[in-house]
């Protein structure tokens, strides 16, 4: 399981994933489920800001 500090940083994530959505919402703009899923993936400690970036960096270049 995690430990006190794990819990607070994860539940700090899922606040902050929160307000994003919410931002957007109220700015009458959607977030695509690709991006929804990197987010919901960070929020939960599945993988790191600087793991997506990595991944999306990637992508991208093989489409360049």
Do not use: P, W
Request: positive net charge; contains cysteine.
């Amino acid at each position: 399981g995690l430990v006190g500090s794990e819990m607070c940083i994860r539940d700090r994530h899922k606040s902050n994933l929160r307000n994003i959505c919410g931002t957007f919402a109220a700015e009458g703009m959607a977030i695509s489920k690709y991006t929804r899923r990197n987010l919901d993936r960070i929020a939960s400690g599945q993988t790191s800001y600087q793991q997506v970036l990595a991944e999306l960096r990637e992508k991208y270049e093989k489409r360049g």
